[in-house]
Each structure stands twice: as C-alpha cells, then as structure tokens.
C-alpha cells in the first residue's frame, strides 16, 4: 500500500474508535493544534461527566492538585519544542517536559511522538522506557500523538522486525488505538475510565 | 462461584439463577449483539483459516513448555527481571507476598488476571496484612462485593447500574448517580488515589514471549498501563501456557482474540513490557521486576494426548459468549472461577474433582462453543471427557451404569422398548403421546408432551416395504437410531420413499443394528459406548455399501466423528471406524448432493415452513444448506426463524437432567418458530421433533413438525 492509502486507512480505522485524526503540514502546525486543542477544553475534562459526582475524601484531595492548564511533553525533537513553547506561552498555557509524578491527579495533554502507525486497526505505536513519556500517556485527560505519514505501515505483522529489535533490550511500548474505555457497566460503552478520555493523532505528511 | 455439593443442590441453585431476571435479560441482549459484532469483526479475515493457525501455533509451544521457559528466563532475566516457575497456586501465592515483603510493600493494585482468581491470590495476600485494589472496573466492582467474576472478559456483565450505583453510594460515603457515564468516572477518580499511593502493582500476562522474556498484556481501559508503570514493584502472574516462542505467535492471537471476545478489531491498549524499566520512585532508579509462571497441573496437562488442546485456550470468554446455558444462568453457576464451556473443563484441572462434577453435566452437547472457540478447542468432547473421567474416579452411580447395561445389549434393549408398547396403553389414552404417567416419572418434565412408542418398528416393517432394485448402482446402509426405529418410523418410511423415488438405490436395514451410543457418552458411560460402537461396526458392513444414510443429525454427527475418537488407541479399530465414518452421511445431504434430486421430482400446493437447525446437523456436520435447499426443490416457501441453530434444549438425557434448563430453551424456540408466521416446521432430528411437537403439544398450539423426508415424501409425484 502507498502511504497515502495508509493514512486513508488509518484515518477510517481509527475513527471507528473514536479517536480524532488531522492531517498536519508542518510540526508547527501540530503544535498549534496541541495549544489549541489545551485552551479550547474545560479546565477538568472529567467535568463533561459529573465532577460534580460526590467523591470521597482522598479522590476529593487528588482533584485538588490539578489547578493550571498543563501541557506535557517529553522527549519531543527540538524543532517542536521550540514551535510549542512559542504557541503556550502566547496562549497562557503551562509545559513541562518531566516531573510528571507531581500531576497523578492528572494533566490536560499529554503530547507524544508515535513511533509508528498500523493502518489495520487505526492503531498509533508509542515507545516509552522514558518514565515521563509512558505517564503523559497515561495520565493525560488528552492524549495527542505526533505520527510522520512515512512510520505507517499495513499491519501489526510489518512492524514486527522493529518490535523484536525493540525488544532486545529494556522497553516499554505500546499499541494505543482510540482513547481509554470499558463497558462492564451494562456493557455501556464509556471513554476514559483510567487513560485518556481523548485520543487525537496529527499525521504528519511527509515533505 | 458455583459451590453445590450435590446435583440436587445444584439444581436449586440453578433454579434460583433462571429467576434472576435482569442477569438473563443482560446475558440474552449480549449473546444476540455479540453474534452481529463478531460477524463485521472478522468480515475481510478468514476466522477458520486463522483459528487454525493459532491452533497449530499454540500446539507446537505446549509441546515445549519447559524448554520456553528456560529460553523466557534467559532472556528476561538478562533485561533484570526475575522470573519464577510455581507448582501450585500456593506456591505461586507465597511467592508474591514474598516478593512484597521483601520489597516492603504495604499497598498494592492489581490489574485483571483470571491467573490470580485461580490461585484466589488476594485472599491469600490480604491475610498477610497487604491492601489488595483491584483496578479493572468490573473486578473492582466485585471485588467490593466479595464475589467473583460471572465472564472471563466483562467479570461484572450480571450487574444492573443500580447495584453498581447502590456499591459506588457505600464506598464513597456519598449517594451516587444512577448514570453509567458518572459512575465510571467515580469509579476513575476513586482508584486514581490507589494507584498514586500503591508500591507494588500485579497484572497477568496474554503473553510471554520466550526469544525476548517479553510479556504482553491487552487491556482496554488502560489500568493494566498504569499498574505496570506507577508502583515501583511490579509482578506479573501468567500460567506457564502464555509462554510462546515468537512475537509473531502473539501478534496473530491479537488479530483474533478481541474480535472473538467482544467484536473489537484490537483493544485500546496492548503493552510488550520487556525487562525493567526507569522508575522514580524505586531505589535502584528501575522498576523491581518478576514474573511468576504458574504450573498447577498445566505441564501435567501438556503430556495428556487428549487434553493438552485446553492449554490452546487465549481467555476470549467467546464459549461463553455463544453458550444457551451460560446465557440461561450465568457464570457463578456456570463455573467455579473458570467459566464457560472452558470452565467446566478447567475446574476439574485446576479446582478439582468436586468442583466439576456438577458442572460437567450440564452441557448440551451442542457445539456452539466448539464453533467458536479462537483456538478450535473441542470443548464438547472434552466436558464429555472430563465427566467420564470424574465417574471413573468415583464410580458410576446406578442408574447410569444400569442404562449402560441395557443399551450395550440390543436384544435386551429391544425387548424392553416392545414390551413399553405393550405397557404403555393405559397411559396413552389412545393419543400417540404419553398422557398419564405415574408422578415420579413426570417430575418436571410437563413442559412438553412425549411420544407414546409406535405400535409397529420400522424394522418390523422393513421386509414388507423394503424396494426390490434389480440393477443397483448405489448400496446403501439405513441407520435408524433408537427414535426413529421404535418411535417414529414414520420419518424412516418417508426417507425410504424419497430414495426410492431415484432409480437404481439398493437400499438395506441392518437387523443387528442398535443404538449409537451417544446417550452413554452423554452419561460418562465410555466403556459401553466403545462395545456398542464395535456392535454397530459389526452390525453393518461399511465396505458392502457405498454409504450409510441417517436420518437422525445426533446418530450422524456421532457415527461420523465419535467412533473414531472411541478407537483412538486401538489402531486396528480405528481404521475400522475411520471407514465406518467416511460413508456416514445424513439424509438432506444424500439426497441431494449423491441423489441429485430436483424440483422436477415435487408437486403440490406452497406452503411456509420454517427449519429448525439441529446442533449436530449444522455445526456437527457442518450441513446448512442441503435440507433448506431440498424444501426450496419440493415447492415449499421457506421462512427462516430468529435463531434457528440455537438448540431447542433436548440435548438426549439432558432435558432429563436438567428439565427447568431444557423448558426455559424450548420456550425460546417455540417463540421463534411462531413469530414466523408459518405454521409448520421442518427438520433433520428425531430428537429435537420429539421436544418441539411435544411442546407445541403442551401449550396446545396447532404447529406441525416434521422431518424434511416427511415433507419431501408427502410431496413426491406419483409414478
């Protein structure tokens, strides 16, 4: 498949899991987004669905923690670092790049670059022996993942020589297709029940 | 956790389950989405083709357990992490909590693992003094309520959002939302805390991936992530089965797995955690690592010719998903911790003899979990199996011994049916059903009306109706089946008209014939089912006849596959049976893919009908197509019913077993049959005729229901 048949893939695929998926020019552009996206959301995403739900003591004091507009992003490349920076600081919005046990209760975006896609599934492919890059991914109330058009491949069975290469050492990665979910209430569908409520992957077309 | 000591104690336990009116509305929504779901997942995949693969993969790593777990070992122990191989669930348990004292844990979360429920780990690690949260929502939700999972993959799926709502009240000391949405949002905010102050996590593993001592886990709601990354102690518990040699062996059950458990093509998170990685808060600045591998029976299992396929199993929960029984009474009491047509195999492996001897019985033998199952287990034949074993090991009670003893000995079993015809007049009231029969017999079983025996057997009939063919150019062999011979030769005499009416079919009823035998491998009796197989091998001659036909679906599907099964260490019968089995074929097929008969041969006015599938004709034999096309020949309008191959409940001597089971599937059927519109039914099974006009006959609805040879031969022009 040619890369703009697999980005046509993985668009569908993933939008049948309820992640959001823009096509980006430039990683300003992404950047942009990423500052955007972070002003334009509720304070506390959990809000759209009850934070006025009574909680008990301990959950109450971890809600608590969580008062500016975070932006994380670790291990990002310098050209992005500097073009999200620009657009934060214009928009009021604080970022970090570590420290991310200090925000368990929670961060608005957790940025991240994929280390590929799977057209397949919809599914974008994050490595993180970097403790920081695996929480931004985790704790995020949005978790928006950078994917270059090129790091596309057809199926799970492509990536495979680059996984077991992965695994020849200490690694964590994952396959992360749509936001968090469950339904073991009922078997109701709800997005976010520990992850992310939001998954939103900006391709990056090639140049 | 179904815990009955006694089948009768069993049964009111089941009882008590099918008055559970929101669990079977839940299971029964479920099992009808489920097959819509399952269906467009693997719409552009082709599901047998990768079952098999899977099958043949996971086969080839059972047979080397041990070597695989040295090479698991190597190398995750070279990326630092420390891997254990535990006997017993005990050991496995002690393990744990001495990993967790070592590492001076208080505060632990945990993330799905049915390894863990096996070895009741939390029982045994809060005795220790830990604080054990589970963290996947519905193992959370009972763990709260001190009960365990009711589905391998939705543990929760018998609760009503008010019980969650109730649950969610109580833990939080505030009065919860009746709203899914916000529940599961407390329920995010509450756990958030557990995992923030937790030193140790535990999850399970889908994987262990020997060539990189990588371990796998799929997850959707991303707790599994936060409990491998958050504590600085983590444990993995995985029966010593997940281990597989290659990423690619992995990456294949993920193309399957969420497909077959909920319809999903992946789920939201698949992690490959290899070796330790950076953790802040641990001392050594990397995460303290183990993974423990749990025996308990499983490399046993593995030098077990015919059960080592269990160890295929990837924990879809699908068995569940498609079984009338499970969908009937849910997990607790359709498994111990195990569930599912699995279950009821695992339990006696992992939990024991007394666990699963109740259990095993109650299994209708009708393959849908056969049929579905991700790594092509065949459940059916191993529960069967597991219930031979178990009576083996405890002695057969009485009456099953007794039956084993009268159909091994056709003369006396004959006797006895002829004698019935003679006795049963003051019951019938000249009905052709059994209309007054002494209370201890009829104990439960009023929902349907059964069948008086027929005042002549067909094979007393046989010489005067049999075809004289001068110039034949097809033999063949009629297997009758008990029913048909004693009960309704009425279904063998259409058939035989049907043959007749092609030219050059020599047709024969060998007298020595008898029962099949599945009843006795319904009933653990394996030893007489193997006599009684050899009687009929005897009986009928397969090398004089081109084919033997048989109008019963169960006889057919047993004489094809389970003959072969009796004889497998027995190389000399084994080849007798596999010739046996190769000229086996059910009526619908014969004729009309042997006899080739067409529309031409029919006459007569249309009429709707609607086919009821038997389990042993559809998924047993694989035949769909033959006795719907055959109706569609004779001029008939074919109206299918909702949930036409879904039993009707008889499963042979279950409907005895179990009779409150068996009403409760027959209702559904009858329902389906008549929101059809049609009033008449065919189909390829005496049996499942003998329960669905018996329970047309009960409630008193005019319904006609007949073999597809009765409709054919009524149909067939005179010549």
């Known amino acids: 498949m040619t890369t703009p048949n697999l980005v046509e893939k993985l668009t569908a695929k993933a939008g049948l899991v309820s992640a959001t998926v823009r096509c980006v020019a430039s990683m300003d ?101 970097n403790e920081e890059v695996r929480l931004a991914s985790m704790i995020a109330e949005i978790h928006i993942a950078v994917l270059p058009a090129r790091a596309i491949v057809a199926d799970s069975y492509a990536l495979e020589p680059r996984l077991v290469e992965w695994m020849g050492q200490p690694d964590f990665t994952a396959f992360v297709t749509g936001p968090s979910r469950t339904a073991d209430i009922e078997r109701v569908l709800a997005l976010g029940v520990h992850g992310p409520l939001e998954l939103h992957i900006l391709i990056l077309e090639d140049k | 956790m179904q815990d009955a000591t006694t089948l009768k104690e069993y049964r009111k336990q089941l009882r008590e389950a099918l008055e559970n009116d929101f669990q079977r509305q839940a299971l029964d929504n479920f099992a009808v989405a489920y097959r819509t779901s399952r269906a467009n997942a693997f719409a ?66 945990k993330s799905k693992s049915m390894t863990a429920e096996e070895t009741h780990l939390n029982d045994h690690l809060e005795a220790q003094g830990f604080e054990v949260t589970e963290t996947d929502l519905g193992e959370w939700i009972i763990q709260l309520r001190h009960e365990g999972p009711t589905h391998m993959v939705m543990p929760a799926i018998h609760l009503s959002r008010y019980q969650v709502a109730d649950l969610f009240s109580e833990v939080t000391h505030k009065q919860q939302d009746v709203d899914i949405q916000k529940l599961v949002k407390v329920a995010r905010r509450e756990l958030r805390p557990k995992f923030c102050q937790a030193d140790m996590g535990i999850s399970g593993a889908n994987f262990a991936i020997a060539a990189t001592g990588t371990i796998g886990l799929i997850t959707n709601e991303g707790n599994g992530r936060l409990t491998t990354t958050l504590p600085r102690v983590h ?19 993920i193309r399957c797995l969420p497909k077959n458990a909920t319809g999903q093509a992946i789920t939201s998170y698949v992690t490959w955690i290899t070796g330790t ?46 079984c009338p029984i499970y969908r009937l009474v849910g997990g607790h009491k359709y498994g111990h911790v195990y569930i599912g047509a699995i279950g009821l195999v695992a339990t006696y492996f992992f939990h024991g003899r007394e666990k699963a001897k109740n259990l095993v019985q109650n299994c209708l033998n009708c393959g849908a979990c056969k049929a579905v199952c991700a790594a092509g287990i065949d459940l059916p034949t191993l529960i069967k199996e597991v219930h031979a074993r178990i009576q083996d090991e405890e ?68 010489e005067r109706i049999k075809p004289r063919v001068a110039d034949a150019k097809l033999k063949v062999a009629l297997f009758s089946g008990c029913v048909q011979d004693f009960v309704y030769p009425e279904q063998m005499e259409a058939a035989v008209a049907v043959i007749a009416s092609k030219p050059g079919v020599a047709m024969e009823y060998p007298m020595g014939q008898s029962c099949c035998g599945l009843p006795l491998q319904m009933m653990g009796e394996k030893q007489a089912g193997r006599e009684l197989a050899a009687h009929n091998m005897n009986a009928i001659d397969a090398q004089d006849f081109d084919y033997i036909v048989t109008m019963c ?116 059927k009858l329902a389906n049959l008549k929101a059809t519109g049609a009033t008449a039914m065919a189909t390829d099974c005496p049996g499942c005729i003998m329960q669905i006009r018996g329970g047309f006959e009960a409630e008193k609805t005019p319904f006609e229901v007949r073999h597809v040879a009765e409709y054919l031969a009524e149909r067939l022009k005179r010549k």
């Open chain 2, 277 to 322: 990685v950076p953790c802040e808060p641990s001392p050594r600045g990397t995460k303290v690592k183990h993974v423990v591998f749990l025996d308990n029976g499983r490399l046993a299992m593995a030098r077990d010719p015919e059960f080592k396929q269990v160890l295929r199993c990837i924990r879809c929960g699908a068995c569940a998903n498609v």
């Open chain 2, 44 to 109: 552009d995949i082709d599901a047998p083709e990768l079952i098999a693969e899977i099958a043949a993969a996971k086969d080839e790593s059972i047979g080397r357990l041990e070597e695989l777990f040295q090479e698991f070992k190597r190398h995750a122990e070279a990326a630092g992490t420390k891997v254990h191989l535990a006997a017993t669930a005990h050991e496995a348990n002690e393990i744990i909590a001495r990993i967790g004292k070592e590492n001076n844990v208080k505060t632990i979360v």
């Open chain 1, 29 to 129: 552009e992404a950047m942009a987004y990423v500052a955007d996206v972070c002003v334009g959301k509720e304070a506390c995403q959990i809000l759209a669905s009850g934070c006025d739900a009574p909680l008990s003591g301990t959950a109450e004091a971890l809600c608590e923690t969580k008062q500016d507009k975070i932006i994380c992003a670790p291990e990002m490349p310098d050209e992005a670092m500097a073009a999200l920076s620009a657009h934060c600081a214009e928009r009021g919005v604080k970022l970090i790049t570590s420290g991310m046990r200090a925000h368990l209760g929670g961060i608005d975006i957790g940025l991240t670059m994929a280390a590929a896609g799977i057209a397949e599934t919809g599914t974008v492919v994050i490595r993180s022996l």
């Open chain 2, 235 to 253: 444990v993995a518990l995985a029966g010593v089965d997940k281990l597989m040699p290659t990423l690619h062996d992995a990456l294949r059950i």
């Open chain 2, 553 to 668: 679906a169960s006889c057919a599907s047993y004489l094809k596959h389970g003959y072969k099964r009796l004889f497998a260490d027995d190389p000399a019968m084994a080849y007798k049976a596999a010739q046996f089995a190769h000229r086996v074929i059910d009526f619908s097929s014969f004729v009309r893919d042997v006899l080739g008969i067409t529309d031409e041969s029919f006459t007569g006015p249309s009429k709707k009908v609607t086919y009821h599938a038997p389990c042993h004709l559809c998924r047993g034999l694989g035949v769909t197509e033959a006795p719907r096309a055959l109706l569609g020949e004779a001029g008939l309008e074919y109206v299918p019913a909702t949930e036409e191959d879904v039993c009707c409940g008889f499963g042979g001597t279950f409907s005895v077993k179990f009779p409150e089971l068996s009403k409760e599937l027959l209702g559904k």
């Open chain 2, 395 to 462: 002695g057969h009670p009485l009456y099953s011994t007794a039956v084993g003893q009268v159909l091994k000995n056709r003369k006396l079993f004959h006797t006895m049916l002829k004698s019935a015809r003679l006795l049963q007049k003051p019951i019938t009231g000249g009905t052709p059903y059994l209309r007054h029969l002494p209370m201890f017999l009829f104990k439960d079983q009023d929902f349907r009306a059964l069948p008086a025996v027929a005042d002549e057997a067909f094979r007393d009939k046989w």
